[in-house]
């Protein structure tokens, strides 16, 4: 498979998990990765510059010492595949609730001090983002199209609430992080699939994720 195909190949099968589905709000910080809106009222975003992001990325991260970058969600959907992407790569995760002071209190026993900061949410990460800004430590962001990005300094356009799409990100990211560090090559595969990096959820779960999806449209096509 020539570069090109392959690239062909990765963009349809990123596509499939509706990385690039959006909200049905927009902000003035998102407007360039917007391509349209759907008949349901939901933004979608421009899957070539979610590509071209990633890769960006990868290059920052590189550039740090890959323990002190620290990978931040209080987004339940995001901890299998930040798992699995610092399992890969040796990223420091950080799941769950971020805990005031991590980055700016050098007397906390917790107190860290990464070179670079990713969130899956600029809005449900908001003290991780808030703390390294103070901190002066850069910070990537898994964004979406209602996302306030102000205190974001690489921003990676993306549905950052499915469970697919957050899989697919951190797997695209942790790809290109090794095929940049000459650690994977071109057609070779890595440890973990995308299915992999996907966190499970429950069949009553399941249920609870369609009705609201089905919710959802109504409202939009009542409005």
């Given amino acids: 498979m020539s570069k090109q195909e392959e690239s062909e190949h990765v963009e349809k099968y990123v596509l499939s998990t509706g990385i690039r589905v959006g909200t049905q709000v ?13 008949n349901e009222g939901l933004y979608i975003i421009d899957s070539k510059k979610t590509l071209s ?15 002190k970058v620290l990978v931040c969600s209080g987004r339940e959907y995001a901890s299998t595949p930040i798992e699995k992407f610092c399992e ?23 107190y860290l001090e990464p070179e670079l900061v990713m969130v899956s949410d600029p809005q ?3 003290q991780a983002v808030i703390e390294a800004t103070n901190a002066g430590i850069a910070v990537i962001a898994i964004s ?24 697919a990100i951190y797997w695209l990211l942790a790809r290109e992080i090794l095929l940049q560090k000459g650690k994977l ?4 595969s890595m440890k973990y699939e995308i299915d992999d990096f996907e966190t499970k959820i429950t069949e009553e779960e399941l249920e609870e994720e369609a009705e609201r999806i089905s919710s959802l449209r109504t409202r939009s096509q009542r409005q």
Avoid at 27 to 37: D, E, G, Q, S
């Fill in 26 to 38: 927009k902000t003035k910080f998102m407007l360039p990765f917007i391509t349209k809106a759907t």
């Fill in 53 to 67: 992001r990633i890769q960006t990325a990868a290059k920052f991260i590189n550039r740090a010492t890959i323990s």
């Fill in 88 to 110: 890969l790569t040796g990223a420091t995760p950080m799941l769950g609730r971020f805990m005031p002071g991590t980055l700016t209190n050098p007397l906390l026993p917790y």
């Fill in 124 to 126: 449900v990460d908001e």
């Fill in 144 to 167: 979406n199209t209602d996302n306030v990005t102000s205190k974001v300094d690489l921003v990676i356009p993306a549905n950052n609430r499915g469970r697919k799409s957050l899989a």
């Fill in 185 to 188: 090559k071109g057609d070779e």
